[in-house]
């Protein structure tokens, strides 16, 4: 459907405007809010998503991007019931204890928002109490950590630690990353996976979700 490869078209350009124009007349055309999201946003985002691993785009184009999808969303979220479209998985992300960088995490959540997710972002400097207490209350399937600094590394133990004695560890994904992370710190600390970056932490939320599929 032409108006479909248009929306993405709009969202790789990162031209807001036109994602808001394209998304209202596609439902005065019928279309279904579900179908633009999956077929339009997401597709477009997917294609940025692909280029900034690549390396063919950087960080600003990627923001650019996120936030023509962002305009689209905001006009079709209120349409959509719980039967009509259901998230990829939920996951709950924070940048960890003690660590006030914002940018990489909030790229992270982007992406993972582009690609379907559900996403719930407690911000920065996140206890490792209150990751516990957002897994009771939205019951995800992933937590994500982030952390920029070596200082801050051992909150993201903290965190998985609690979880396990919360009785929680068994029912959530946990996946970490930041400047200073290592897949080797990862499984040390117990983490079920490792993202070295925005785009591979997309792939690395998705197939673990499938693995519990």
């Known amino acids: 459907m032409e108006i479909l490869s248009q929306l993405a078209d709009a969202v790789i350009k990162g031209k807001a405007n036109d994602v808001q124009s394209l998304t209202n007349s596609a439902l005065a055309a019928g279309i279904a809010p579900a179908t633009l999201i999956n077929d339009g946003l997401i597709a477009g985002m997917q294609v940025i998503a692909d280029r900034f691993k690549k390396n063919e785009i950087y960080v600003p184009e ?3 991007a996120a936030r023509a999808m962002t305009a689209g969303l905001n006009i079709l979220k209120p ?9 990829v998985a939920k996951i709950v992300i924070g940048t960890v204890k003690g660590d006030l960088h914002d940018i990489g995490k909030k790229l992270v ?3 993972l928002e582009g690609a379907g997710l559900t996403v ?4 920065i400097d996140v206890a490792p109490e209150k990751f516990v207490n957002a897994v009771v209350e939205h019951q995800p399937d992933l937590v994500g950590m982030s952390a920029l600094l070596t200082t801050t590394m051992p909150a993201m133990s903290q965190t998985i630690q609690l979880l396990q004695e ?19 710190y ?18 690395v ?3 673990l979700v499938q693995t519990t599929a």
């Open 62 to 64: 990627v923001l650019i």
């Open 79 to 87: 349409l959509i019931s719980d039967t009509d479209m259901k998230p």
């Open 109 to 111: 959540a982007m992406m």
């Open 120 to 123: 719930i972002d407690l911000g």
């Open 166 to 184: 919360s009785g929680l560890r068994d029912k959530v994904k946990v996946i970490i990353g930041g400047a200073p992370i290592t897949d080797a």
């Open 186 to 203: 990862a499984k040390q600390i117990g983490a079920d996976g490792y993202a070295p970056d925005a785009g591979s932490a997309v792939d």
């Open 205 to 207: 939320c998705k197939a």
